[in-house]
């Protein structure tokens, strides 16, 4: 499990730890730190910790190897999962089922990603798509890959969306940050406050701003979230709503417990969102679960979570073309100014949004009859039920027949041994005479013993030490070595004995040395 997105991954463990469907759970964790929170979090779902297997991400190849695995489930379909899949295809006696979900689709260094997921697949892999828009929008993107290189196929896409607690948002005497009179009508904004990389706040001012001066005078809209993004605008959104004569507050980054107090003492949320990094909208989810309807614009995972006139309402958007020139240049900018630029270019439909704003806020009754279909749709996106359709899908990818598994390293990778083969003056082939130094006769007695770096140990097999160093005592070409061992056995010994020359316990092909000495001598004869 590869940890990124922070609620929805911790959602998703706590139903996994809780349903506890496997026999272990492990971990390849690049930062070492993300081991204590997850055995903590196993603890408090009730698994017992002997079920947690945690290790470095450097194991994997080992693991790979020498173990069998049920699935392997990453938190991102793009930055994990083509290598994984690369990998265990071409290292792994029987490759297990991969997913990985995907959130944000639109960075520019994602492009490659997205082309690595079209063709090098055993066949048991999948992307999890959260919404019907971001599945279709992966489809398309890898169908263009595919189209390009003939004879590739793209990666299966299934739609399964994320899921929320079941009891996150009920209310446990939570207390709302903000104190208003008990008349004012609340129109709560969660989640981020950035028209860099969600909505603009712009454009739900200026529909408050259209509302009745009676219902307008009434209102408060509170942004609250992490407002970190908007720490320079937030003095001019203030600015412009006092001049608009709106009343506009920020609760920057709530704790749960504030969050359900600003939810249960909301009239309506909105989410307007309008950016493409914006693909599921987890904040309607916990809206509806706190019975509370939902305003939203008609944006791509949105409308798979609002029932339209039954749990909220959506809002119509406008969007336009998209100029190649801005493809082309997006990956030498910051993702946050093409995703500005192409959030300028969607509308939210202000009097539409303006009518829902209304007709939920003057209507006491239609609130209330909403927010209970809410509540009750949103108990359908708990993590119990999603984790089941996960269940399913692994089910049926562990047992997908295998399809035809490459042997070459995809075009994507850095093929090391291509790349670099010129760089070492000569390279170890079947030709090449090793022969064993003082210092290596000396750690065959067992007078001295070899060092290595931290990490190393699972890359060298010291169990080769000694035997070569009895084997290249008088001498032995690579080709001799290789003849003793394994196919399976091949790259662990030629690592260790490129490590017992480097260190000094070997030398190589003399003959060469020597040459190399001579041309070296020949060259400075000649110089001025």
């Known amino acids: 499990m590869v940890l990124g997105r922070t609620v929805a991954n911790g959602g998703f463990l706590a139903a996994l730890f809780r349903a506890d469907p496997l026999d272990a759970y492990h971990f390849f964790l690049l930062d070492p730190g993300l081991g204590e929170a997850i055995a903590a979090l196993a603890e408090e779902q009730g698994l017992p910790l002997s079920r947690l297997r945690i290790r470095p991400r450097r194991d994997l190849g080992a693991a790979l190897r020498q173990e069998e695995f049920f699935c392997f489930h990453l938190s991102d379909c793009l930055t994990s999962l083509p290598s994984l899949a690369a990998a265990q295809a071409r290292i792994a006696p029987r490759p297990a089922a991969i997913t990985g979900v995907t959130h944000s689709l639109s960075y520019a260094r994602f492009g490659l990603q997205i082309a690595a997921l079209v063709g090098h697949w055993t066949g048991r892999e999948a992307v999890v798509a959260t919404s019907q828009a971001g599945a279709k929008a992966i489809s398309q993107a890898m169908a263009r890959v595919a189209a390009a290189m003939p004879g ?310 010291l169990s080769f030490v000694r035997p070569v160093l009895t084997w290249a005592r008088q001498g032995a070409r690579w080709g001799q070595l290789v003849e003793r061992i394994t196919p399976a056995q091949e790259p662990a010994l030629r690592r260790t004995v490129l490590w017992m020359a480097k260190n000094g316990l070997l030398e190589w092909n003399e003959e060469v040395a020597a040459a190399m000495q001579k041309e070296a001598a020949e060259q400075a004869h000649l110089l001025p």
């Open 152 to 461: 590739l196929d793209p990666m299966a896409v299934q739609v399964i969306p994320l899921g929320i607690a079941e009891d996150r948002f009920v209310a446990k005497e939570s207390a709302c940050p903000l104190e208003l009179p008990a008349e004012r009508l609340m129109v709560l904004v969660p989640g981020r406050v950035s028209p860099y990389s969600k909505m603009d706040l712009m454009p739900l001012l200026r529909a408050v701003q259209a509302l009745p001066p009676g219902l307008r005078e009434r209102t408060t809209v509170v942004a609250a979230g992490s407002l970190a993004e908007s720490h320079d605008l937030m003095p001019h959104l203030a600015a412009l709503a006092a001049n608009a004569g709106l009343d506009l507050r920020f609760v920057d980054s709530p704790t749960d417990a504030e969050m359900r107090g600003l939810l249960h003492r909301a009239q309506v949320v909105v989410s307007v969102a309008d950016n493409v990094q914006e693909t599921f909208g987890l904040v309607l989810l916990e809206a509806q679960a706190a019975g509370v309807p939902v305003i939203a614009s008609d944006w791509d995972g949105y409308r798979d979570l609002v029932r339209h006139g039954e749990t909220g309402l959506l809002v119509p958007t406008l969007g336009g073309t998209v100029d190649a020139a801005d493809a082309l240049l997006a990956p030498l900018l910051f993702d946050t100014d093409t995703h500005l630029w192409l959030a300028q270019a969607v509308a939210v439909h202000l009097p539409a949004l303006t009518a829902a704003l209304e007709q939920l806020l003057s209507d006491d009754r239609l609130r209330h009859t909403m927010g209970q279909a809410a509540q009750r749709h949103g108990a359908s996106f708990a993590w119990p039920r999603i984790l089941e359709r996960y269940l399913e899908l692994w089910e049926g990818l562990a047992r997908a027949p295998l399809v035809s598994r490459p042997g070459s390293i995809p075009p994507w990778v850095l093929d090391y041994e291509m790349m670099f083969a010129g760089y070492p003056r000569q390279r170890l082939e079947a030709a090449t005479v090793l022969s064993v130094t003082p210092l290596g006769e000396a750690v065959r007695r067992g007078a001295d013993f070899p060092t290595f770096y931290a990490t190393m140990e699972d890359r060298l097999d």
